[in-house]
């Protein structure tokens, strides 16, 4: 399977681990991107006026060390923009079983989040302009309790985080969407 030209999410099977879809890698990368170019029109004018503007050479040479580390910044932040994207897709499962979701994450930090059919309030489906464009979504569970009172997963295709929610939905029994 190639990121570049992904197949559609299927509907998850009941039980059976899912991945998200593969276009969040592609969404998640520009929304990345967009995030470093406006980091770097935020910080680079202002390290240009200040080297124009430096009295004399300590200035100059502390400012351009400045400007290097914030330039190296910027790389490593943009390398990151690359990278997680794509490590969420690998690394990021869900399942739905007839006790409720469980929700896996994380390459180096495992974190699985479960949540019972009872605990279950109310869902949200939610999709950002960069979604919309790939026909992705995020689905929210909101829980009773305060910790992880609201459940979030992401690079969801649309029709399988409606499909999601309706299954969980009904199976809550809850009477309303």
Do not use: C
Not at 111 to 130: F, K, S
């Amino acid at each position: 399977m190639t990121l570049s030209t992904p197949e559609p999410q299927t509907p998850p099977a009941p039980g059976e681990p899912q991945r998200i879809d593969p276009r969040s890698v592609t969404a998640g990368r520009i929304a990345g991107w967009i995030f470093v170019v406006i980091l770097a029109f935020i910080s680079l004018p202002a390290l240009l006026v200040s080297l124009v503007f430096a009295d004399g050479a300590r200035e100059f040479i502390g400012i351009s060390i400045g400007a290097v580390a914030v330039l190296a910044f910027l790389g490593l932040v943009a390398l990151a923009a690359h990278i997680r994207p794509l490590w969420r897709y690998r690394y990021t499962r869900y399942r739905i079983d007839p006790y409720g979701i469980q929700i896996a994450s994380g390459r180096f930090f495992r974190h699985v989040i479960t949540v019972p059919h009872a605990r279950v309030q109310h869902i949200d489906v939610l999709q950002g302009p960069l979604e919309r464009r790939f026909d992705l979504a995020n689905i929210v569970i909101y829980t009773a309790g305060t910790t992880h009172s609201a459940v979030r997963l992401s690079g969801l295709a649309h029709p399988v985080a409606i499909e999601l929610r309706e299954r969980l939905v009904k199976e809550r029994g809850l009477d309303a969407v």
